[in-house]
């Protein structure tokens, strides 16, 4: 099974970044001191203020620090690509010639290490942790920046170095019991990722002893993830344990994403009867956890574009007054013209942003629905089908489908394109076969290997989502006992033929989301949807081109 990708959010957080405010002394302005009161309080309003201090303040080194402070909250909203481009812009106002920049530099260079390390670009990752301890100014800084690096270079599986990393700044951390704790329990895990037969466990209890005693609740939470995982296969019960345990602790913290992780394991690792509810459990955090981040990148990109509206606005009229003083001088009847046209174009220029905003908006909200109904909606009903109709229900495989589901869902927040490259009829075969119960067939003719290669991958992409709109339709609505779905290419032209002995469509019948979406991705392919009720049952028949 796939790590989780949450203990890699998990390491990130908790054994990386850590994240400090440095210790310089600079006159703040009233702006700041009111973000830093916001700040994980309201961050809303926190990201508000520091944009304040960065469209209106003359001091580089407090506009870098606000950059900075922007973007670790975009990150920790999911925006890693916004996130980069803030720090990116704190760097432009910094000077490595100067002392006093050096803390805030270091900030950013260990920053973006941390975002290249949850986008997976791991040698970028390297090289920015570097930086950051290069320009470390104080010793504990370099021991979180150190830490940094050790996660990522255990994320490239390159277990040696990590190692050496945990070795040097062992003793150095031994007079900060928290510290020495968080360095010893991953330098144990990453020892048994290295060597399956390494004993980690006095390690690892010894951390969980120290959390204890020093009340730290997030490296508790951190060690029972360490130990069930290392107990996972030699002793499920104990793993069940410190899962049970993980689960408890991340709900007292209202840490849902530590809690989502807790889930994977306890639906790995308890017993059958509970997995429904693990999983149910599950789901509603997932979506809860992708709403949060896209409300919140959403919320910071409206403040972001309000502020440069603004200060668009306060420029222009600016320039407006200085014309109008000169203006007056010259033709009075000039001023009158010219005040008459500027707002008539202002009064335009409002409407059209308005109207502009909104339909960006309507827009961006109709890509992400449709993206849930997918990815999220469909998928879900899919592995409910499967746990609904099979009676010995592999668990692995299972997680492995939530898991993969997952990784589809959080890209939705970066925009990515699915992959169809592999074997694409398999993907098909699958999909169908996760719609066979006792109660309905589902058999399939032409889906060979051959048939989809020349096949453009978004072609793919929308082809499999509306054979995936086909089948939920008919479980829902046709009580269909057999289905056949045939393939077949003539010249330059794909068509498939749906057909069902159910009950058919009823003589007036009105289309749901689902069918309205069929219907617009058969359009995005080029392509025709012909329904046939004529005889008993239905048929459909779907035809495009192929390139």
């Known amino acids: 099974m796939k790590t989780p990708l949450l203990l890699l959010v998990l390491s990130a957080s908790l054994f990386a970044c850590n994240r400090k405010e440095p210790p310089i002394t600079i006159e703040k302005s009233p702006d700041y001191k009111k973000a830093e009161a916001f700040l994980n309080i309201k961050n809303d309003s926190a990201f508000y203020y520091f944009n304040k201090v960065v469209s209106e303040s003359r001091d580089s080194l407090q506009i870098a620090m606000a950059y900075n402070n922007m973007a670790a909250m975009q990150s920790d909203a999911g925006d890693y690509f916004g ?21 805030c530099l270091s900030s ?29 100014q104080d010793s504990s800084y370099k021991l979180i920046f150190l830490n940094t690096k050790a996660v990522v270079c255990k994320k490239m599986r390159d277990f ?69 995982d290392y107990y996972s296969h030699s002793r499920p019960d104990s793993a069940l344990l410190y899962a049970g345990k993980m689960y408890a602790m991340a709900r007292y913290l209202n840490s849902a994403g ?93 409407i059209w942003y308005r109207k502009r905003k909104q339909r960006i908006i309507r827009e961006q ?27 010995d229900i592999n668990k692995e495989v299972l997680l492995d489908k939530i898991e993969d589901m997952y990784e589809r869902s959080r890209d939705i927040s970066y925009d990515q394109p699915e992959n169809h490259d592999g074997d694409f009829h398999a993907e098909i075969t699958e999909l169908l076969k996760s719609f066979n119960t006792a109660a309905t067939r589902v058999a399939s003719v032409g889906n060979d290997k051959s048939l989809w290669e020349k096949m453009e991958p978004n072609t793919k992409k929308e082809m499999k989502y509306i054979l995936q709109e086909l089948m939920i339709n008919m479980k829902k609505h046709s009580h269909a ?23 058919g469509l009823p003589p007036v019948y009105s289309f749901g989301n689902g069918l309205t979406n069929t219907g617009n991705r058969i359009k995005n392919i080029n392509g025709h949807i012909t329904f046939d009720t004529n005889t008993k049952g239905l048929k459909i028949q779907v035809s495009f081109p192929i390139a």
């Open 83 to 103: 996130s980069q481009e803030y720090l990116l812009l704190s760097l432009g106002y910094l000077d490595e010639q100067k002392k006093k920049d050096l803390y």
């Open 108 to 136: 950013d260079y260990n920053e973006l290490g941390v975002t290249s390390l949850n986008l997976k670009n791991y040698e970028a990752a390297i090289d920015y942790c570097n930086r950051a301890i290069k320009f470390a």
């Open 160 to 228: 040696p170095q990590a190692l050496a990393i945990y070795d040097t700044i062992m003793d150095k951390s031994k007079n900060d019991k928290k510290t020495y704790a968080r360095i010893l329990s991953n330098r144990a895990n990453t020892k048994w990722l290295q060597d399956a037969t390494y004993q980690a466990a006095p390690e690892l209890l010894t951390a969980l002893q120290i959390r204890i005693n020093e009340k730290d609740d997030w490296g508790q939470n951190a060690s029972y993830a360490h130990l069930a």
């Open 258 to 350: 530590d809690e989502m992780e807790a889930l994977q394991k306890l639906i790995l690792l308890g017993p059958p009867q509970h997995v429904q509810e693990y999983f149910a459990r599950y789901t509603y955090l997932n979506d809860s956890i992708q709403t949060a981040r896209n409300t919140a990148k959403n919320q910071f990109a409206l403040i972001r574009y309000d502020a440069e509206k603004n200060k668009v606005e306060n420029l222009q009229l600016q320039k407006e007054n200085a014309d109008k003083k000169v203006q007056i001088i010259q033709q009075r009847a000039m001023i009158i013209s010219a005040v008459i046209l500027m707002f008539a174009g202002v009064f335009t220029g409002i």
């Open 365 to 391: 909200k109709l890509k992400t629905s449709q993206k849930v109904h997918d990815v999220v909606a469909n998928g879900l009903y899919q592995i409910m089908a499967a746990i609904e109709h099979q009676d």
């Open 481 to 503: 006992t057999n289905v056949v779905i045939k393939f077949e290419q003539s010249d330059n032209q794909m068509k498939m033929l749906y057909t069902d002995d159910g009950v």
